[in-house]
């Protein structure tokens, strides 16, 4: 039966992407990698790590779908619009971005951008354009025999959880934190990141509950941002066999 990996979110981690890829078992051209977004911002290499899975389906000779994150929706509205609310805040990682096209000392933790690096940002416009237009052509979702992958959760309305196909608009998948979708969601299983899982009831969880940081795997949804790029490590899970794979 054809494997899905579907591996959470990277947030400029090279060296856990590296060596999360490095534990993957051998692939085949019936297998697929699915990423579930947010590969800049955070960590030191967000340029490293979006050319890395950029070539992964040549180094791996698999399939691999690349999901849009928040971070990469934030980054195009940055470009097309501005916005300094998501650039300015240090938690965001922003100035690691930067710091990763144009040189530079890692940011310290708390470290605002300098004078002459606030242009820069203002308008993204560092960033190569052919890493935005890959950007831009991210898909919102995936879905295969396993699982329905997006990079947040699924649509309430109404009280139903929507099918990414029934949205007019999918952006809201990319942003939704709902307690709901992970305590009540039990259809066909849903794979997401964005929220850490240290974050999750922990009781709900039929994957190791006693380390919250782990991999979180409730009734409907299995949960994948366990930190990279923010103290914690990178996550991989294999469907249909739910097999974990880990850089730490």
Same mark, same amino acid.
């Given at each position: 039966m054809p494997r899905t990996f579907a591996i959470g979110d990277v947030h400029g981690d090279l060296e856990a992407l590296r060596v999360l890829a490095a534990k993957l078992p051998p692939l085949s051209e019936e297998d697929t990698i699915v990423f579930l977004g947010d590969y800049l911002d955070r960590?030191?290499?967000?340029?490293?790590?979006?050319?890395?899975?950029?070539?992964?389906?040549?180094?791996?000779?698999?399939?691999?779908?690349?999901?849009?994150?928040?971070?990469e929706d934030a980054w195009l509205k940055v470009i097309d619009e501005g916005w300094p609310g998501f650039l300015?805040?240090?938690?965001?990682?922003?100035?690691?971005?930067?710091?990763?096209?144009?040189?530079?000392?890692?940011?310290?933790?708390g470290e605002m951008p300098r004078g002459d690096?606030?242009?820069?940002?203002?308008?993204?416009?560092?960033?190569?354009?052919?890493?935005?237009?890959?950007?831009?052509?991210? /898909?919102?979702?995936?879905? $295969?025999?396993? &699982?329905?992958?997006?990079?947040?959760? !699924?649509?309430?309305?109404? +009280?139903?959880?929507?099918?990414?196909?029934?949205?007019?608009d999918p952006?809201?998948?990319?942003?939704?934190?709902?307690?709901r979708f992970f305590r009540e969601y039990d259809a066909k299983r849903v794979v997401v990141g964005h929220t850490m899982t240290e974050l999750l009831p922990?009781?709900?969880?039929?994957?190791? /509950?006693?380390?919250?940081? $782990?991999?979180? &795997?409730?009734?409907?949804?299995?949960? !994948?941002?366990?930190?990279? +790029?923010k103290g914690g490590f990178l996550t991989c899970v294999e469907l249909p066999a739910m097999r974990v794979y880990e850089s730490r």
């Open positions: 960590g030191p290499c967000s340029r490293q790590v979006v050319e890395l899975v950029r070539r992964l389906d040549q180094d791996k000779h698999c399939r691999v779908e690349c999901l849009i994150g928040n971070h300015l805040p240090p938690a965001n990682g922003c100035l690691a971005t930067l710091r990763s096209y144009t040189g530079g000392p890692v940011p310290k933790k690096e606030l242009g820069i940002l203002e308008r993204g416009g560092f960033l190569p354009d052919d890493h935005v237009a890959w950007m831009r052509s991210l /898909p919102h979702w995936y879905e $295969d025999e396993h &699982a329905i992958y997006v990079h947040a959760g !699924l649509v309430d309305r109404d +009280g139903a959880f929507l099918h990414p196909s029934e949205l007019d952006r809201p998948m990319l942003w939704t934190r709902s307690d922990p009781e709900l969880s039929t994957h190791t /509950p006693a380390d919250p940081t $782990d991999l979180w &795997a409730g009734p409907g949804v299995v949960a !994948l941002d366990t930190g990279a +790029g």
